[in-house]
């Protein structure tokens, strides 16, 4: 078999949480491949909201296998927090979710790193969740990184020591103070590791692999979205991993021939949290309806996220840096109420007019809009595409005219059930 990924191709939060619930029964293993506590995927069923960190969003399925795989940066508490909240609801996640030695752990120190270098940034700064993200990642390439394996081996508190000295000496030399108590903090990291230790720490890379030779079905789980990619996103306003399809190789150790389809997930309009450029983002009354229907706060640090409408040119440069072969559109119910819907088709930037997504955004851009009339329905009640309304077919056959690629799924509502399969 070949390895199936799914991820995002806005700013994140397109919906990625709840479509990987809803394809986890065709897959025998789902793994995360980047990212960290940055990520909040969002699960609904049965009246109940769960969000994900860390955890791939396969965990509520319990003959499935889940995987957290090498690149992927783990906060040990946070993680324990994923795993309380699995146990108190009846999930037993020990037998069967497994955790790369080669995924990188995330100290208090890279915490307060974050905040540091976000308060120096002053004006510029990124608008980072502050979960440890940037300066564990820088770690890892600096070949500072202290990884799950490392855990395990006798020397393990010498590791720790190394490489905490070298935060405080920064940390200190800059006038850091952290606010919280430091001793409680280190008691409460330390202490998660006994958490972490109830798992089993494999080589993500000979497991999948082997899945895969035998025939087994794997889901690889994107964090974040393509505009947030550290190399291909609105740079510097980025994270710090790959998020793109690419990265699901490096993730965990597949090869690119061994890749099958690329699954994008595409919110029906567009939304950012935190700083950097967002051509389509409404000021006005519109884009506070987006917010407020669509219940746009975030799912990790519960900030307000930024809202406009859906960018076909960015869109279009996330399905050519990720060969996508398939979308599943989400939310547009949000906008059932919507007398008119503006999808962008093209930027103009100075005189010219682009469908390039720009490598910088030091020119203004301005955004060309085609309207679509709203369809003033109720999707979230349908479960068969052909009963939906014209209008709105007319929205989704667009988007697959420009973007040369088919909408296979649709989600019509948060819950698992609030979703039609097309093809
Ligand atoms: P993720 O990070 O991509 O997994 O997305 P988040 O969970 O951060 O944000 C998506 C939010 O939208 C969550 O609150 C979901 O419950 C919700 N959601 C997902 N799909 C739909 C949908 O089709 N319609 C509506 N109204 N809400 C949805
Ligand atoms: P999911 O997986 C939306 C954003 C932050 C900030 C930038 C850098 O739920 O879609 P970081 O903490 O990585 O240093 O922040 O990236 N960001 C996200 N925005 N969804 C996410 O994840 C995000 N993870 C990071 O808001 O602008
Ligand atoms: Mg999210």
């Known amino acids: 078999m070949k390895l199936d990924i799914l991820l995002g191709l806005q700013w994140g939060d397109e919906g990625k949480g709840k479509v990987v619930d ?3 029964p065709h897959y025998d293993v789902i793994a995360r491949f980047q990212g960290g506590p940055n990520a909040g995927h969002t699960l609904e069923f049965n009246g109940i909201k769960h969000v994900l960190h860390t955890i791939p969003s396969g965990i509520f399925h319990n003959d499935k296998v889940n995987i957290i795989g090498n690149g992927v940066v783990i906060d040990p508490v946070v993680f324990q927090k994923e795993i309380e909240a699995l146990e108190k609801i009846g999930v037993d996640p020990v037998k069967n979710l497994f955790i790369s030695k080669k995924a990188h752990l995330i100290l208090p120190t890279h915490k307060w790193l974050d905040a540091m270098l976000e308060e120096q940034k002053g004006e510029q700064k990124i608008g980072s969740t502050l979960k440890g993200i ?5 770690d890892k390439v600096a070949r500072n990184g202290y ?5 395990i081996t006798p020397n393990y508190l010498d590791k720790f020591s190394e ?4 935060h405080a000496d920064t940390l200190i030399k800059n006038g ?3 606010k919280e108590d430091m001793t409680t903090v280190f008691t409460e990291w330390f202490n998660s590791l006994q958490t972490l230790l109830r798992f089993n720490f494999v080589d993500c890379e000979y497991e999948i692999n082997d899945y895969l030779k035998t025939g087994k079905k794997v889901l690889a789980e994107g964090a974040q979205g393509t505009l947030l990619d550290v190399d291909f996103g609105s740079y510097p306003f980025v994270t710090s991993s790959n998020t793109v399809a690419a990265g699901a190789c490096t993730g965990l150790g597949i090869a690119p021939s061994q890749t099958g389809r690329v699954i994008g997930i595409v919110k029906a309009y567009c939304t950012r949290v935190g700083s950097g450029p967002f051509p389509t983002e409404l000021f006005d009354e519109t884009g506070e309806q987006l917010r407020k229907q669509g219940h746009e706060f975030g799912s990790t640090t519960g900030r307000s996220r930024r ?4 960018d076909l040119v960015a869109l279009k440069y996330s399905i050519m840096i990720n060969g996508v072969t ?3 559109l989400t939310k547009a119910d949000v906008m059932d109420n919507f007398d008119s819907i503006k999808v962008c088709t093209h930027y103009k930037i100075g005189k010219e007019t682009t469908q390039k997504f720009p490598p910088d955004f030091t020119t203004e851009i301005k955004p060309v809009y085609k309207e679509f009339k709203g369809w003033k329905q109720n999707l979230s009640v349908q479960n068969d595409y052909e009963l939906l309304p014209q209008t709105f077919k007319k929205f989704v056959s667009f988007i697959e005219q420009e973007t040369g690629v088919p ?3 649709l989600s019509i509502g948060p819950d698992r059930e609030q979703t039609i399969i097309r093809h």
Do not use: A, N, Q, S
């Open 22 to 24: 809803v394809f986890t």
């Open 134 to 138: 940037g300066p564990t990642y820088t």
């Open 147 to 151: 990884r799950i394996g490392d855990v």
């Open 163 to 166: 490489l905490y000295k070298k």
């Open 176 to 178: 850091f103070k952290p």
């Open 307 to 310: 809202c406009g409408w859906l």
């Open 326 to 328: 398939e979308i599943v």
């Open 407 to 409: 909408i296979t799924t």
